[in-house]
């Protein structure tokens, strides 16, 4: 069965830091392209950055310059470096193969 396991959620002032991490099992990881979405309350679910098999990314308007998404196929885990950050991403952010796979979500709250 198809795992993704984020981690790396939780608590931060405004301004801060968290690095989310998501280790895939049960497929090729290096052959596929990964994606972080996240949901806020009463909001629909939104995608964040996406990274190809190449390396390729892009990103939401929102958190260009602050997110960063990466991948190590080695580890078979994607990553998403989030600096600078606003009490406006505070979400449930998920891992996906598009639009295949999901993980369970991590939870991002920021503190104003």
């Known amino acids: 069965q198809v795992q993704l396991v984020e981690s790396g959620g939780g608590l931060v002032q405004a301004g801060g830091s968290l690095r989310l991490s998501c280790v895939v099992s049960k497929i090729p990881f290096s052959i596929n392209h990964m994606a972080w979405y996240r949901q806020a309350p009463g909001k629909q679910r939104e995608l964040v950055a996406r990274?190809?098999?190449?390396?390729?990314?892009n990103y939401a308007d929102s958190v260009k310059g602050r997110f960063t998404i990466s991948r190590d196929n080695s580890k078979n885990t994607v990553y998403l470096q989030m600096n600078s950050l606003k009490p406006e991403d505070t979400a449930v952010y998920y891992c996906?193969?598009?639009?295949?796979?999901w993980g369970q979500g991590t939870q991002v709250t920021v503190s104003s």
């Open positions: 990274i190809t098999s190449g390396g390729t990314t």
């Open positions: 996906c193969v598009p639009v295949a796979y």
